[in-house]
Nanobody, 125 residues
Framework: QLQLVESGGGLVQPGGSLKLSCTASSATLSAYPIAWFRQSPGQEREGIGCISSNDRFTYYQNSVKGRFTISRDNAKNTVYLQMNSLKPEDTAVYLC??????????????????WGQGTQVTVSS
């Protein structure tokens, strides 16, 4: 069963950077497109970007475009989310999931597995 684990969150000041990781212990992530999502208190979970299984296609929602970058290292079975120029409104629990459907703008794709705990990102001075 596909089960992904997120890590790398923390507290960072506005303008700072964090790099999140998404790994799976019992599956090969290279077989799947992967998307990053985030959920703030009282808000619905939203997809913020995705990467194709062959690493040739990435897409970012406007809210993070130019600041966030998704990459993958299939040798390490890991997908990354590099977050730069962080803003207080980026504060959320960040989650990853394997996805299917039409890669690109959310919600044209959908998750393939259950949700993990995610990793908390707090942007505050």
């Amino acid at each position: 069963q596909l089960q992904l684990v997120e890590s790398g969150g923390g507290l960072v000041q506005p303008g700072g950077s964090l790099k999140l990781s998404c790994t799976a212990s019992s599956a090969t992530l290279s077989a799947y497109p992967i998307a990053w999502f985030r959920q703030s208190p009282g808000q619905e979970r939203e997809g913020i970007g995705c990467i194709s299984s062959n690493d040739r296609f990435t897409y970012y929602q406007n809210s993070v475009k130019g600041r966030f970058t998704i990459s993958r290292d299939n040798a390490k079975n890991t997908v990354y989310l590099q977050m730069n120029s962080l803003k207080p409104e980026d504060t959320a629990v960040y989650l990853c999931n394997a996805v299917s459907g039409r890669l690109g703008k959310y919600p044209n794709y959908y998750e393939l597995s259950g949700w993990g705990q995610g990793t908390q990102v707090t942007v505050s001075s």
